[in-house]
């Protein structure tokens, strides 16, 4: 069960969902189902220090898009 991002284009909410099989997602704000699927990285642990997990997170994205090689990487930019 994949997790996704959207943002509603009604109100403009964006939020993270689970999606299993032809399930249509809905806004949790509005109920809108006319959504803008975006682009996101995923989070690992990659280990621990001093009982706590690590978050590695990747790189950042560039911010318009949301592709983690950054700014001018896409056609976006």
């Known amino acids: 069960m ?3 991002e959207y943002r509603c284009e009604k109100c ?4 993270e969902t689970l999606v299993m099989g032809k399930e249509i997602p ?3 704000g ?4 006319k959504l803008e ?3 996101s990285t995923f989070a ?5 220090s001093g009982g706590r997990a690590e978050l590695n997170a990747g790189p950042e994205s560039c911010g318009s898009c ?5 700014p ?6």
């Open 66 to 70: 949301g592709d983690p090689r950054g």
């Open 26 to 28: 809905e806004c949790p």
């Open 37 to 39: 699927r975006l682009l």
């Open 72 to 77: 001018g990487a896409c056609s976006v930019n």
């Open 30 to 33: 509005c109920h809108g189902t």
């Open 2 to 4: 994949p997790i996704f």
């Open 12 to 15: 403009d909410e964006a939020f």
């Open 44 to 48: 690992a642990v990659t280990g621990t």
